[in-house]
């Protein structure tokens, strides 16, 4: 009994080592140099298209004090985005103050 669980148990952590690959990343505060950006505006770290015509895939940061890094990485599929946007500003602006009440105190 003992040797089977102990099989099952190689067998399981020996499929599992490839999964390791699919994970993401983990943000990089390194990446993105906030010291020459205006505070409450954006940065594109990056840009391409889907297979999906008219779709994008984008990442950029939303810079503000007010965010706990002091940026918000946003990972986004759809239409392009206009970063001038007004209510794009708006949303980022409330997301960031609502991520900052989920980080515990220091």
């Given at each position: 009994?003992?040797r089977k669980i102990?099989?099952?148990?190689?067998?399981?952590?020996?499929?599992?080592?490839?999964?390791?690959?699919?994970?993401?990343a983990p943000r990089?505060?390194?990446?993105?140099?906030?010291?020459?950006?205006?505070?409450?505006?954006?940065?594109?770290?990056?840009?391409?298209?889907?297979?999906?015509?008219?779709?994008?895939?984008?990442?950029?940061?939303?810079?503000?004090?007010?965010?706990?890094?002091?940026?918000?990485?946003?990972?986004?599929?759809?239409?392009?985005?206009?970063?001038?946007?007004?209510?794009?500003?708006?949303?980022?602006?409330?997301?960031?103050?609502?991520?900052?009440?989920d980080t515990p105190?220091?």
């Amino acid at each position: 009994m003992i040797r089977k669980i102990a099989v099952v148990g190689v067998l399981m952590s020996t499929l599992s080592l490839p999964l390791g690959a699919y994970g993401q990343a983990p943000r990089r505060s390194e990446d993105i140099n906030t010291a020459n950006v205006p505070q409450h505006s954006f940065v594109i770290i990056s840009e391409e298209e889907t297979e999906i015509p008219g779709y994008v895939h984008q990442k950029y940061a939303y810079v503000s004090q007010g965010c706990p890094a002091g940026f918000q990485v946003i990972d986004y599929y759809g239409a392009p985005l206009d970063l001038n946007d007004a209510s794009l500003l708006v949303r980022e602006r409330a997301l960031c103050s609502d991520s900052s009440w989920d980080t515990p105190d220091d």
